[in-house]
């Protein structure tokens, strides 16, 4: 099973405006890009030389902030109430 | 208007919710800020809820909260990619109150009944609300920063129970972010299966349950950590957990590492016909961490997963360890209040009683295990394989003398598990004197 067929089962109400950033020009001397290894979902993929993001699928562990010793990711929660509402947690 | 209260929680998990009951109890103006629409809905854990601390606070507390199933069983795996070694132990003790004190629960279930007791007792609780910032006056904590509208809410004492990511403390400078190898990343899945199926599968019935923990290269393809099944009424929680370090090391995917552990021969076959529910992950403070400092400040505790009170030797055990330092919290603001000061000083009557009692103690006993474990990654990888291969070469049969065979196999354990083996000459040495 996929992961997207995975993430489709879950609860999510997804924000308008994203939790998550990359400063490209931090990301892009990042010798390791380990960010598109350890995240649970895969929400980070290397396109060219350029790491990019998608944070519907976020399941907000906090893995990819420990991840990024660049200093390029600005990590914060969802707002209040946005994001993954798990219902078997 | 400025709001002030007696105090503010952070987190209505098992630690922040604990302390927010005990200090409502007390007749305390209490707010608990949870960022989850409610409580539970951002919380994911292996499945037991260790409950001692619980039933002391709530006496037969199984008998109203929503629990699934008592573990009356645990097994223990050493799985090889193909193989599997194992032991359990079951006990009929554990099948009468306080049933050993361990249920399997669904966090977003669970939570949310245990809130409702805070709230019960009078604690003013408030979902859908991230907290940003503590507020901060020269040394003292006196607030915190709500990402809301006139979000600013003060009180003599603030508890930061936001969980194993601490940001609060973090952002006011109070601990560091946290080192990969002190913390591990567990993924999880719940897998529907119906109750007769999975009943008569592991062989239990009734409310009983069982807990199955996993280790070697198939429960974690060799990475630092260890896979888990647990039982509830009509599912499976199964999941993997890895130490950061090792998986920023070995470079394996982790949307691969369930995938990985659910394909192994054995683990195939327990969860036939189960269907996936929900696809969970969490990150858990993995044994090691800078233990037990920096816990109070003039006006603030940190308890629970944010002080990173898990011990993750057996099984993961964090659930009692959270609500036993929110008590101990609510217990030391108590004394503050009486009197008056709720500076470092005052407040350091936690930490006191956190390092005397169980929690402290297990932790620091168990640390030593951690680092020992640590430093011999071969017993996440060669080692379940070897030992499944000595099980496989003593029960082989074959025409061939066993005296040449295990003469042989005490060989290779001399030779590739030289700790292993001189655990046992240890032992042996022991039983002859
Ligand atoms: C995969 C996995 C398996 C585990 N298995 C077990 C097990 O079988 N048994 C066991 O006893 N323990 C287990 N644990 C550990 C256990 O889950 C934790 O020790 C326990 O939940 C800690 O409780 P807590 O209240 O400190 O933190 P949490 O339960 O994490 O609660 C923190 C709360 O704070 C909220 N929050 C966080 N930040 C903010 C903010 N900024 N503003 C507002 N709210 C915020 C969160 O939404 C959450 O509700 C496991 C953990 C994981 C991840």
């Known amino acids: 099973m996929e992961i997207a067929d995975k993430l489709a089962l879950n609860k999510f109400s997804v924000d308008t405006i994203p939790h998550l950033k990359i400063d490209q020009e931090k990301c892009h001397p990042c010798p390791h890009k380990n960010c598109t290894l350890v995240c649970p979902v895969s929400n980070y993929t290397q396109e060219g030389d350029r790491v990019v993001l998608s944070w519907e699928g976020c399941l907000e562990c906090g893995t990819c902030r420990i991840a990024c010793d660049q200093g390029s990711l600005q990590w914060q929660y969802p707002r209040g109430g946005f994001g993954i509402a798990y219902r078997l947690g | ?433």
């Open chain 2, 1 to 433: 208007m400025e709001e002030k209260f007696d105090a503010i929680v952070v987190g209505a998990g098992p630690a922040g919710t604990t302390a927010a009951y005990l200090l409502a109890k007390a007749g305390l103006n209490i707010i608990l800020l949870e960022r989850g629409d409610y409580p539970g809905t951002k919380n994911v854990f292996g499945g037991v809820l260790y409950s001692s601390v619980l039933n002391r606070l709530i006496p037969n507390f199984w008998e109203e909260a929503p629990v699934e199933r008592h573990v009356s069983a645990r097994q223990w795996y050493l799985l090889s990619p193909t193989d599997a070694l194992s032991f359990g132990f079951q006990s009929q003790e554990f099948d009468s109150p306080p049933f050993n004190n361990s249920f399997t629960v669904l966090r977003s279930q669970f939570d949310r009944w245990y809130a409702a007791k805070a709230e019960e007792a009078g604690a003013f609780l408030i979902t859908s609300t991230v907290v940003d910032d503590l507020l901060i006056e020269g040394e003292r904590v006196v607030g915190v920063r709500a990402r809301r509208d006139e979000g600013e809410l003060y009180a003599d004492v603030v508890i930061a129970a936001d969980g194993v990511n601490s940001l609060l403390a973090q952002k006011a400078g109070f601990r560091e972010e946290l080192k990969p190898e002190a913390v591990a990343l567990g993924i999880k899945e719940v897998i529907a299966l119906p109750t007769a199926v999975l009943e008569e599968r592991f062989h239990i019935s009734g409310d009983r349950g069982l807990a199955m923990e996993f280790f070697g290269e198939g429960a974690t393809k060799g990475l630092e950590g260890s896979a888990f099944l647990y039982t509830n009424k009509d599912s499976l929680s199964l999941g993997v957990t890895v130490v950061l370090k090792s998986l920023f090391e070995k470079k394996e995917k982790s949307v691969e590492l369930v995938e990985h552990f659910k394909s192994h021969p054995v683990v195939k076959e327990l969860i036939k016909g189960g269907e996936l529910r929900e696809y969970q992950a969490h990150l858990i403070p993995y044994g090691n961490r800078t233990l037990l400092t920096g816990l109070c400040r003039d006006g603030l505790l940190v308890v629970g997963d944010a002080a990173g009170l898990v011990n993750p030797t057996l099984y993961y055990e964090g659930t009692n360890m959270a609500m036993a330092s929110g008590a101990m919290a609510a217990e030391a603001i108590l004394a503050a209040r009486e009197e008056g000061d709720f500076s470092q000083r005052s407040l350091s009557r936690y930490q006191q009683r956190l390092e005397q009692s169980f929690v402290g103690q297990d932790l620091t006993q168990y640390r030593g295990l951690g680092r020992l474990m640590e430093e011999r990654p071969q017993l996440y990888t060669s080692y379940a394989t070897l030992l499944c291969r000595l099980a496989a070469e003593f029960l082989a049969v074959r025409e061939e003398p066993r005296g040449m065979r295990e003469r042989a196999m005490a060989g290779r354990v001399q030779k590739e598990m030289p700790d292993l083996w001189e655990a046992w000459q240890t032992v042996r040495r022991w039983y002859e004197t």
